[in-house]
C-alpha cells in the first residue's frame, strides 16, 4: 500500500470545527474521486465516515464533510462532540498499488 | 446490514501458521462489486492492509505475499486468511472488512477484530 500523510494530532474545543488533512500524489487523491475516511474509537473497529471524498453513509452525522483539492483531500467535523474524540484514518484509490493508499492517521482530541 | 464475524486462534507459536474465518452475513461472497479484505493493526499503530480475495482471484501486500493465502469459501459464505511462518512482528488485532471497488474504494462494514498474539 501506498502513503497518504496525515497530521498526528488535530486538537478544539466542544462546538469549534476542526479539519483533517490527508496528502496524496497525483496517482491517488490527485486523479481520483475514492477517498475515504474512518473513525476508530480504542478496542473498536474503524467506521466508514466519508467517502467518494465527500459522501456520507447513512446514520453518520451532518457534522462530517469531505472535501479535496489538488492531491490533498480533508475531513472536517464541525460542532465537535466529546464522542468526536477518536483516531482518523484517510484512505484513497491508487493507480499506483492494487491495495490502494493509506494514512497513517489522526488523532483527535477534544479539549 | 452486512456483519462480518471473525474467528480463529488468538495464540499462535513462532514459526506456525495463522488462520483466520470472516463469516458474513448480509451479503454473498460472490456479490458483484465487492472483496473482502484482511487488515491488521499493531498496537498503537496505523492499519496495514494484507490483501483481499474476490470471486476471480486474491491480491496481497508486497510485503507479505510470500506467507499469505486468502480464499473465498461460497458455501459457508466465509472468507479465511492464512498467514505462514509468523514471527513476534505478526502479533495484532486483525480486522476483515468489505471493500466495494466497483466504480469507487471504500471499506464499508468491518468485523470487530481478532487478536492474535505469537509467542511460544
Known amino acids: 500500500q501506498s502513503a497518504l500523510t496525515q497530521p498526528a494530532s488535530v486538537s478544539a474545543s466542544p462546538g469549534q470545527s476542526i479539519t483533517i488533512s490527508c496528502g496524496g500524489t497525483?496517482?491517488?487523491?490527485?486523479?481520483?474521486?475514492?477517498v475515504s475516511w474512518y473513525q476508530q474509537h480504542p478496542g473498536k473497529a474503524p467506521k466508514l465516515m466519508i467517502f467518494?471524498?465527500?459522501r456520507r453513509p447513512s446514520g453518520v452525522s451532518g457534522r462530517f464533510s469531505g472535501s479535496k483539492s489538488g492531491n490533498t483531500a480533508s475531513l472536517t467535523i464541525s460542532g465537535l462532540q466529546s464522542d468526536d474524540e477518536a483516531i482518523y484514518y484517510c484512505i484513497s484509490y491508487s493507480s499506483a498499488s492494487t491495495l490502494g493508499a493509506f494514512g497513517g492517521g489522526t488523532k483527535v482530541t477534544v479539549l | 446490514q452486512l456483519q462480518l464475524q471473525e474467528s480463529g486462534a488468538g495464540l499462535v507459536r513462532p514459526s506456525e501458521t495463522l488462520s483466520l474465518t470472516c463469516a458474513v452475513s448480509g451479503r454473498s461472497v460472490t456479490s458483484g462489486g465487492y472483496s473482502w479484505g484482511w487488515l491488521r493493526q499493531s498496537p498503537g499503530k496505523g492499519l496495514e492492509f494484507i490483501g483481499y480475495t474476490y470471486h476471480s482471484g486474491s491480491f496481497y501486500n508486497p510485503s507479505l505475499r510470500s506467507r499469505v493465502t486468502m480464499s473465498l469459501d461460497r458455501s459457508k459464505n466465509q472468507f479465511t486468511l492464512q498467514m505462514t511462518s509468523v514471527t513476534a512482528a505478526d502479533s495484532a488485532v486483525y480486522f476483515c472488512?468489505?471493500?466495494?471497488?466497483?466504480?469507487?474504494?471504500?471499506?464499508?462494514?468491518w468485523g470487530q477484530g481478532s487478536l492474535v498474539t505469537v509467542s511460544s
Open positions: 472488512a468489505s471493500l466495494y471497488s466497483s466504480g469507487s474504494y471504500y471499506f464499508d462494514y
Open positions: 467518494d471524498v465527500g
Open positions: 497525483s496517482s491517488d487523491i490527485g486523479s481520483h474521486n475514492f
